[in-house]
């Protein structure tokens, strides 16, 4: 349950680089962020999918990305295609959802 607290609590500047990715906006005193934390974790790090972690706890992140990804509420995962721009979003904490955007990250590799 705390597992966000204990690998993202960092509140560290993160830099989401413009390629074929994930990006995962959460907040590490969400409770639906923390109830999706470990399988998204799961897929970034057992499975090598690109996901990029965005604290917006941290207030560089939340300065900089709330606005330039237009973040109204979290969690909210922006897939970004081999071009780096936006393809599609989803805010919610749905797994069955989130996997298809997992998968489609799988498959531009």
């Not at 993202?8 to 907040?27: G, M, T």
């Not at 909210?76 to 295609?81: A, I």
């Not at 069955?96 to 531009?108: F, G, N, P, Y």
Request: hydrophobic residues 35%; charged residues 30%.
């Amino acid at each position: 349950m705390h597992h966000v607290n204990s690998v993202e609590n960092s509140k560290r500047a993160v830099f989401i680089q413009k390629k074929p990715s994930l990006i995962f906006f959460y907040k590490d005193d969400c409770k639906y962020c923390n109830k999706i934390f470990i399988n998204i974790l799961a897929e970034k790090e057992m499975n090598k999918v690109n996901i990029q972690l965005v604290n917006l706890n941290s207030k560089y992140n939340h300065d900089r990305y709330k606005g330039e990804y237009l973040i109204s509420a979290v969690p909210t995962f922006v897939l970004l295609n081999k071009d780096g721009k936006e393809t599609e979003r989803y805010v919610g904490s749905d797994m069955s959802k989130i996997q298809k955007l997992i998968d489609q990250v799988k498959e531009m590799k």
